[in-house]
C-alpha cells in the first residue's frame, strides 16, 4: 500500500524558513513524479512545485519561485519542500503528491495523495 506521510510543518514567524518532509512507503520514488500542493483557506488547491523524476525538471508555480525549492533523497525514499522568506499568505495545508511522469502540476494529475501538513506563518 503506498503510503505519503509530511511532516516538518507548525507555526513560524513571516520570514522564516520550513523544510517539509514526505517519507513514501509502498513504492520506490522514481515510480513517480512528484509534488507539493496546497490548500489555503477559502481557497482550491493548487501545485506549488513538482519535480518529474526522469529528467528533475521542476515547476515552480509564481508564488514559490524564488522562495521555495524541492529535492529527493532516493535513499531514504523521501521528498522535501524547503520554503523560505515565508508569508502569511502562505498559510495552508500542505499535501505531498505523487504524479504520473508528463503531467501538469495540478490537481487533476495528482495519483496519490499525502493526508496534509498545516503551515501557519504569523505577521
Known amino acids: 500500500q503506498v503510503q505519503l506521510v509530511e511532516s516538518g510543518g507548525g507555526l513560524v514567524q513571516s520570514g522564516g524558513s520550513l523544510r517539509l518532509s514526505c517519507l513514501v512507503s509502498?513504492?520506490?520514488?522514481?515510480?513517480?513524479?512528484w509534488g507539493w500542493f496546497r490548500q489555503a483557506p477559502g481557497k482550491e488547491r493548487e501545485g506549488i512545485v513538482c519535480?518529474?523524476?526522469?529528467?528533475?525538471?521542476?515547476y515552480y508555480s509564481n508564488s514559490a519561485k524564488g522562495r521555495f525549492s524541492i529535492a529527493r533523497d532516493d535513499s531514504k525514499n523521501t521528498v522535501y519542500l524547503q520554503m523560505n522568506s515565508l508569508k502569511p499568505e502562505d498559510t495552508a495545508i500542505y499535501y505531498c503528491?505523487?504524479?504520473?511522469?508528463?503531467?501538469?502540476?495540478?490537481?487533476?494529475?495528482?495519483?496519490?495523495w499525502g493526508r496534509g501538513i498545516q503551515v501557519t506563518v504569523s505577521s
Open positions: 509502498g513504492v520506490r520514488l522514481d515510480f513517480y513524479a
Open positions: 503528491t505523487a504524479l504520473p511522469y508528463g503531467s501538469t502540476c495540478g490537481p487533476r494529475s495528482v495519483e496519490r
Open positions: 519535480i518529474s523524476n526522469s529528467d528533475g525538471d521542476i
